[in-house]
Nanobody
Framework: VQLQASGGGSVQAGGSLRLDCVVS????????MGWFRQAPGKEREFVAS????????YFADPVTGRFAISRDNAKNTLYLQMNSLKPEDTAVYYC??????RGQGTLVTVSS
């Protein structure tokens, strides 16, 4: 299974970005999916997850109320809508199969 994340970039604090992750080479609906991030000099951390058909979502405390996770099973695509971004959200964001592999990350930089 291959995962390709995109949509990162530079934004000012308070702005929004949407990350996309296209999954190929597998049956998308077999997997719960998640987003993780790693800030410079820090450990990788969980951001959000979504169940196979989108019925259950979980969020890390720092992003609750600001980020939304969704998926389009017809397009084999996972999304992360990030609103009210803060400088501390600056990190490389990765999409991943829960309990499985992850793709290359996409860099999000939030300036104050």
């Amino acid at each position: 299974v291959q995962l390709q994340a995109s949509g990162g970039g530079s934004v000012q604090a308070g702005g929004s970005l949407r990350l996309d992750c296209v999954v190929s080479g597998g049956t998308f609906t077999r997997y719960s999916m998640g987003w993780f991030r790693q800030a410079p000099g820090k450990e990788r951390e969980f951001v959000a997850s979504i169940s196979r058909f989108g019925g259950r979502n979980y969020f890390a405390d720092p992003v609750t109320g600001r980020f939304a996770i969704s998926r389009d099973n017809a397009k084999n695509t996972l999304y992360l809508q990030m609103n009210s971004l803060k400088p501390e959200d600056t990190a490389v964001y990765y999409c991943a199969l829960i309990g499985g592999g992850r793709g290359q990350g996409t860099l999000v930089t939030v300036s104050s």
